[in-house]
Nanobody, 125 residues
Framework: QEQLVESGGGWVQAGGSLRLSCAAS????????MGWFRQSPGKEHEFVAA????????IYTDSVKGRFTIPRDKAKNTVYLEMNRLKPEDTAVYYC??????????????????WGQGTQVTVSS
């Protein structure tokens, strides 16, 4: 059974850093595109970042460019979201997702086939 499990969420003050992890199991996700989305109360899911299976290409939403990165460790079947200079508006439940394709990268949640359960990130001002 395919499964994505996020961890690493928590509370942090504005300006701080967190690293989210997404561990994949049940199949080899190493060749899949992996992405992160987030959802704040009362808002739609928002694309955050994505990375190709090779790790050679990434995309980010404008609001996190220069602050977030999305590295992956294929040997561990794990993708990360490294978040720096966090802002209160980054507060949300963060979801890991896998796209069962090698390309192209997409920012649409409809393009992802597998989802984790989410992890809460709270940034206080």
């Amino acid at each position: 059974q395919e499964q994505l499990v996020e961890s690493g969420g928590g509370w942090v003050q504005a300006g701080g850093s967190l690293r989210l992890s997404c561990a994949a199991s049940g199949r080899t996700f190493s060749m899949y595109i992996m992405g992160w989305f987030r959802q704040s109360p009362g808002k739609e899911h928002e694309f955050v970042a994505a990375i190709t299976g090779s790790g050679g290409s990434t995309i980010y939403t404008d609001s996190v460019k220069g602050r977030f990165t999305i590295p992956r460790d294929k040997a561990k079947n794990t993708v990360y979201l490294e978040m720096n200079r966090l802002k209160p508006e980054d507060t949300a439940v963060y979801y890991c997702a896998a796209r069962e394709r090698l390309s192209p990268l997409t920012t649409s949640r409809l393009g992802y086939n597998y989802w984790g359960q989410g992890t809460q990130v709270t940034v206080s001002s």
